[in-house]
């Protein structure tokens, strides 16, 4: 583990359940927001477009100004750590995943563009395969496996094109694999008809029993969930 602090990552601590995060950012005396958010229930932002609600989860990720920003995390077995300004924002950083709004695919397999990194040949190997395709196929991509190249033959970008629903299921695929105790996503059901937008939000219910997820959206099937 990298050390920062008293390397609380690398502590018993981190390998429980996280059951509750409290974040609290102030901008100043008058400017305060705070998110409280746990397992078994999803946190939907709200608003117009410009209003900042992509702001707001770039805050609560210490991604942006974490020195004003302070986090109370609360586990399973009832103990509570809390941290604040970059050492919190490091300890977000090891705890969640992040779907964005802009999607990006690399020149390289599917696989690696699903898991970010080179192929490894380790003994987990044919699982993560097998839950990769298990994933494609529960958000209507299967046909992706078809188009001649599989999960391990390169994608040529110049020359395989990806609609925008495609890609924003691809994002997802890529959160649900990092497999982290909290999942943020902007916009999650963009691009994405009703049928296939059904079918994230049954999963992003599932994923939510155990872990804790937020997410800002436009749409109404979200919002009421």
């Given at each position: 583990?990298?050390?920062?602090?008293?390397?609380?990552?690398?502590?018993?601590?981190?390998?429980?359940?996280?059951?509750?995060v409290?974040?609290?950012?102030?901008q100043?005396?008058?400017?305060?927001?705070?998110?409280?958010?746990?397992?078994?229930?999803?946190?939907?932002?709200?608003?117009?477009s410009?209003?900042?609600?992509?702001?707001?989860?770039?805050?609560?990720?210490?991604?942006?100004?974490?020195?004003?920003?302070?986090?109370?995390?609360?586990?399973?077995?009832?103990?509570?750590?809390?941290?604040?300004g970059?050492?919190?924002?490091?300890?977000?950083?090891?705890?969640f995943?992040?779907?964005?709004?802009?999607?990006?695919?690399?020149?390289?397999?599917?696989?690696?563009n699903?898991?970010l990194?080179?192929?490894?040949?380790?003994?987990?190997?044919?699982?993560?395969?097998?839950?990769?395709r298990?994933?494609?196929?529960?958000?209507?991509?299967k046909?992706?496996?078809?188009?001649?190249?599989?999960?391990?033959?390169?994608?040529?970008?110049?020359?395989?094109f990806?609609?925008?629903?495609?890609?924003?299921?691809?994002?997802?695929?890529?959160?649900?694999?990092?497999?982290?105790?909290?999942?943020?996503?902007?916009?999650?059901?963009?691009?994405?008809?009703?049928e296939?937008?059904?079918?994230?939000?049954?999963?992003l219910?599932?994923?939510?029993?155990?872990k804790v997820?937020?997410?800002?959206?436009?749409?109404?099937?979200?919002?009421?969930?």
């Amino acid at each position: 583990y990298v050390k920062y602090g008293n390397n609380i990552l690398s502590s018993n601590l981190f390998q429980q359940t996280i059951s509750k995060v409290q974040f609290i950012h102030k901008q100043n005396e008058k400017l305060k927001l705070e998110l409280k958010l746990q397992c078994s229930s999803i946190c939907v932002l709200v608003g117009n477009s410009g209003v900042g609600k992509t702001t707001i989860l770039d805050l609560f990720s210490g991604l942006l100004n974490p020195k004003n920003s302070s986090w109370k995390f609360t586990f399973m077995n009832g103990m509570i750590y809390e941290s604040s300004g970059e050492e919190g924002a490091y300890i977000m950083r090891n705890l969640f995943s992040y779907a964005t709004q802009d999607v990006f695919l690399i020149e390289g397999s599917l696989k690696e563009n699903l898991l970010l990194k080179s192929e490894s040949n380790n003994s987990n190997e044919s699982i993560i395969d097998n839950e990769i395709r298990n994933f494609l196929i529960k958000l209507d991509l299967k046909n992706i496996l078809y188009r001649d190249y599989s999960l391990k033959k390169n994608i040529n970008l110049t020359l395989d094109f990806f609609s925008g629903g495609e890609k924003k299921r691809l994002a997802l695929i890529r959160n649900f694999l990092k497999d982290k105790s909290i999942e943020i996503y902007d916009e999650p059901t963009s691009y994405l008809d009703n049928e296939i937008s059904e079918k994230v939000i049954g999963l992003l219910k599932d994923r939510s029993k155990e872990k804790v997820i937020v997410i800002s959206s436009h749409d109404q099937k979200l919002i009421n969930i």
